[in-house]
């Protein structure tokens, strides 16, 4: 300190220095172990108050346990006069207790007897400026968006972006605490930064995931990614084993490529991004490669998505029921109709196949779902004065029952349209993701309660279980397509939908074959007696009108 300036002075010029900047400045007296901060640093960090004796304890508390010995060796050489400037980053704990990581930079004063009186200077929150992850301690994703950006492609030559997710960790911060889970990723963050040394540079990304940025290689020969990442898992699994065996956890990668001729860009990290997506999805534990085409293929799903979006936002614009008929064989009339749904996309029609499993993994099939029910109990309603006897079966899928109030939107239907409970039937598609649990079971009965009509679709080709068609209390039992296909041809198709047919019926089921295409295929079905027949040899599913006209009641159809 300038001989000419009274502590006193000194202490004012602090205060008005304090108030002009974001950082804590502070003042650390190494004689008298006397230490005062900007006062703000008081209301943020773990301090009592802003000044204060017995500094070397107090700051010592103040830092996370982890860097307490870096803190105190700096601090040692500090007093010792050994250096003369200090600047370290380490973390600080807030009030919450939480670790921040600071940049604390300053310079040592000696007195007039060459001892180390003052350490003055000030401290900086890393995170603040958006740098640093408190948690992991490396740069966060604003940092690498920034460096990708500035890649220099003059010099630079190939590389990857390498991105590392942990498996569950979400299991990890429930299971045990947000701090085991902090600690896991800082676990990780270590032995990523220890693998890579400086051949890459690692970053924080949100979540769980950190990534490897990896620039000026010479080739991209052999897969020097994929390399990495298993250098990287043999370290998580060593660390592991070392410290961690009650928590252990595996990681997935994903990893996008750039060459030397290549401009990069941001969508670099939506690549990897994509690629460690893959990963999970197939399994976990593993690491995927970038693949454009799939890249497309999900980027043209997701347009779609938000088509179907759009579609349901104007009001299902787009969206319409058409009509296959349902032939009754014992009275050789057309009894009925399943409501099938067609959808547009602007000018082109998409497969149903394509989107009703887009609907149902947005979820959109609930509101979709809800729109077809009122839109075929009222078709049900209009045709019922002409064919009172008129069924119609409305498709319901899983999502509907799983995670929607499907029998209230059915009530409310029902009661408007004021249809019988014999004059609708509905259809759910047999598969895995309908177990026979209890919430399932409970809908299933509220059906059953309210005399309504239910039917297993596509009987044969998923979940097939005799048990299940019991518990679900089915009423009728619709064959799927490819046996129906198969009867001509092939003995053991012809066979099974053979035996299958009276087992049902001796159980007081109906059946339903689907996919009866030619005169061929319904006189060979007909041997067999199902209740009910639908297939393109009747029709295909039609527009509401043009059932109406054609179909709609027509008797002595064979
Ligand atoms: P699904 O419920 O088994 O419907 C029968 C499918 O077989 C319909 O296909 C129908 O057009 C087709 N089909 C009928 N007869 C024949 C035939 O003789 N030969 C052949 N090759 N095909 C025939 P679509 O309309 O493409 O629907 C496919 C699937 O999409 C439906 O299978 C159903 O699982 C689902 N789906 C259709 N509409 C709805 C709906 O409104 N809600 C729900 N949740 N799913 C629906
Ligand atoms: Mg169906
Ligand atoms: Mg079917």
Same mark, same amino acid.
């Given at each position: 300190m300038d001989k000419h300036i009274s502590f006193g002075q000194f202490n004012n010029v602090f205060k008005i220095l304090s108030k002009s900047t974001d950082d804590y400045l502070f003042i650390l007296d190494l004689i008298?172990?006397?230490?005062?901060?900007?006062?703000?640093?008081?209301?943020?960090?773990?301090?009592?108050?802003?000044?204060?004796?017995n500094a070397s304890d107090v700051?010592?508390?103040?830092?996370?346990?982890?860097d307490r010995d870096i803190f105190n060796k700096n601090l040692e050489l500090v007093r010792t006069g050994m250096i003369e400037q200090h600047d370290l980053e380490y973390r600080w704990l807030n009030k919450n207790g939480n670790p921040v990581w600071i940049s604390s930079r300053g310079q040592v004063i000696f007195n007039d007897d060459g001892k180390a009186q003052y350490l003055v200077g000030r401290i900086s929150e890393l995170g603040r400026k958006n740098k640093i992850d408190n948690i992991t301690g490396l740069y966060r994703e604003i940092r690498l968006r920034q460096d990708i950006l500035n890649i220099d492609r003059t010099f630079a030559g190939s590389g990857f972006l390498l991105l590392i997710g942990v498996d569950n960790f979400k299991d990890i911060n429930e299971r045990y605490s947000k701090e085991t889970g902090n600690e896991t990723l800082n676990g990780l963050a270590r032995c990523i930064v220890k693998t890579v040394m400086d051949k890459a540079k690692v970053y924080r990304m949100s979540g769980d995931e950190i990534v490897v940025f990896c620039k000026n290689l010479d080739s991209i020969q052999c897969d020097p990614a994929e390399a990495m990442y298993k250098n990287i898992k043999a370290a998580v699994d060593k660390h592991i084993g070392e410290k961690y065996y009650k928590l252990f956890y595996t990681i997935s990668g994903g990893y996008a490529y750039f060459t030397q001729e290549e401009e990069i860009d941001l969508k670099l990290i939506e690549k990897a991004e994509f690629a460690l997506r893959l990963a999970k999805i197939n399994g976990k534990n593993m690491c995927v490669c970038y693949d454009e085409n799939k890249y497309n293929e999900y980027v043209h799903k997701l347009e779609i998505q938000e088509a179907l979006r759009k579609s349901v936002e104007n009001n299902f614009e787009g969206f319409e029921l058409y009509y296959q008929p349902i032939v009754n064989m014992e009275k050789a009339c057309i009894y009925g109709a399943e409501a099938l749904l067609r959808w547009k996309n602007g000018e082109l029609m998409i497969s149903p196949g394509v989107f009703i499993p887009l609907l149902e993994e947005s979820g959109l099939i609930i509101p979709v779902g809800r729109w077809i029910i009122g839109e075929a109990m009222r078709k049900c309603m209009e045709w019922q004065e002409k064919c009172p006897y008129f069924r119609v079966n409305i498709n319901i899928s899983f999502v509907q029952i799983k995670k929607s109030n499907v029998i209230s939107d059915i009530d409310l239907f029902i009661e408007k349209y004021g249809i019988g409970s014999d004059n609708v039937l509905f259809e759910i598609t047999e598969s895995g993701e309908?177990?026979?649990?209890?919430?399932?079971?409970?809908?299933? &009965?509220?059906? $059953? /309660?309210?005399? =309504?009509?239910?039917?297993?679709?596509?009987?044969? *080709?998923?979940?097939?279980?005799?048990?299940?068609?019991?518990?679900?209390?089915?009423?009728?039992?619709?064959?799927?397509?490819?046996?129906?296909?198969?009867?001509?041809?092939?003995?053991?198709?012809?066979?099974?939908?053979?035996?299958?047919? &009276?087992?049902? $019926? /001796?159980?007081? =089921?109906?059946?339903?074959?689907?996919?009866?295409? *030619?005169?061929?295929?319904?006189?060979?079905?007909?041997?067999?007696?199902?209740?009910?027949?639908?297939?393109?040899?009747?029709?295909?599913?039609?527009?509401?009108?043009?059932?109406?006209?054609?179909?709609?009641?027509?008797?002595?159809?064979?």
């Open positions: 008298e172990d006397h230490y005062n901060i900007t006062d703000r640093a008081a209301e943020v960090f773990l301090l009592e108050k802003p000044d204060f004796y700051i010592n508390n103040c830092v996370y346990p982890n309908l177990d026979s649990g209890y919430a399932t079971q409970n809908i299933l &009965e509220s059906f $059953h /309660s309210r005399s =309504l009509n239910l039917a297993i679709d596509d009987f044969g *080709t998923g979940y097939s279980n005799l048990r299940y068609i019991k518990e679900m209390m089915f009423n009728l039992v619709k064959i799927d397509q490819a046996f129906i296909k198969g009867i001509k041809t092939n003995h053991y198709d012809y066979m099974v939908v053979k035996q299958f047919t &009276e087992l049902a $019926h /001796s159980l007081n =089921l109906m059946v339903c074959y689907e996919g009866v295409e *030619t005169e061929e295929d319904f006189k060979c079905v007909r041997e067999l007696k199902p209740d009910y027949v639908q297939g393109f040899y009747f029709s295909r599913a039609v527009p509401a009108k043009e059932f109406e006209e054609k179909y709609l009641g027509k008797e002595n159809i064979f």
